[in-house]
C-alpha cells in the first residue's frame, strides 16, 4: 500500500494529482509535447506508470486540464481589455499587443500542441476546450457589434483580427512589422462604429 502524505486519502490524491500534473506540463515546455511519454511523467513524478491512470487517461487529458486555465485566464483578460476605457481601436490595440505577447510566450507552445492532444479527447472535451476559445474570442465580436456591425460581420471581422495576430506572431518582431499589423487591423476597422 502507498504511504499517504496528507491527512486524507482525497487531500493525498489531491496532491498527486497536481504533481502529476506539475511535471507534464515542466516536461512538455521542456521537451515538447510529443516527445513526452506517460512513462517519462511517472519517473518524473516517482510512481510507476500505471498510477498516472488514477489520475488522468493519457497525456492529453493532462494539456487539456492546462489549456482550460489558460483559456479562462485569456477569457478574462479580454474582457478586462477589451471593456477597458479608451476608443475602439485603443482597446483593440491593447488586445492585439496582448495577444501578440501571449503567443510569444514559451508557453504557448503548449497551445499549439493541442491540435495534436484533441484526437485524443473525448466530444465532451473537445466542445469545452472549442466553447473557452470561443470566450476569448466573444469581448472583441460583442465590441465590434457595438459599433453598429451586424453579428455576422462582426464574427467575420473577429476571425480576420485574430488570423492577423496569428499571422503576425510566426515572423520576427518588429516596428515596422507592427505597423503594418495595426494598419490591416485599422482597414478592418474602417466603418466600424
Do not use: C, N
Not at 512513462?39 to 498510477?51: H, Q, W
Not at 487517461?57 to 479580454?78: G, N, Q, V
Not at 460583442?142 to 495576430?165: I, K
Amino acid at each position: 500500500m502507498p504511504r499517504i502524505s496528507a491527512d486524507t486519502v482525497a487531500e493525498h490524491v489531491a496532491q498527486q494529482e497536481e504533481a502529476v500534473f506539475a511535471a507534464a506540463i515542466r516536461l512538455f515546455l521542456e521537451r515538447g509535447y510529443a516527445d513526452v511519454g506517460l512513462g517519462d511523467i511517472a519517473l518524473a513524478v516517482g510512481l510507476k506508470r500505471t498510477s498516472l491512470y488514477r489520475y488522468f487517461p493519457d497525456k492529453a487529458h493532462i494539456l487539456a486540464r492546462w489549456l482550460r486555465r489558460e483559456l479562462d485566464a485569456e477569457a478574462a483578460t479580454s474582457a478586462r481589455l477589451l471593456g477597458a476605457d479608451g476608443d475602439v481601436a485603443e482597446r483593440i490595440g491593447r488586445w492585439v499587443d496582448h495577444q501578440v505577447a501571449y503567443a510569444r510566450r514559451p508557453e504557448h507552445a503548449l497551445v499549439r500542441a493541442a491540435p495534436e492532444a484533441e484526437r485524443a479527447l473525448d466530444d465532451a472535451t473537445r466542445a469545452e476546450l472549442a466553447d473557452g476559445h470561443r470566450r476569448v474570442l466573444a469581448p472583441l465580436a460583442d465590441l465590434l457589434r457595438a459599433t453598429g456591425l451586424g453579428a455576422a460581420e462582426a464574427a467575420a471581422t473577429t476571425t480576420l483580427l485574430f488570423g492577423l495576430v496569428r499571422a503576425a506572431v510566426d515572423v520576427e518582431p518588429s516596428a515596422a512589422l507592427r505597423r503594418r499589423l495595426f494598419a490591416a487591423i485599422d482597414g478592418l476597422l474602417a466603418g466600424a462604429g
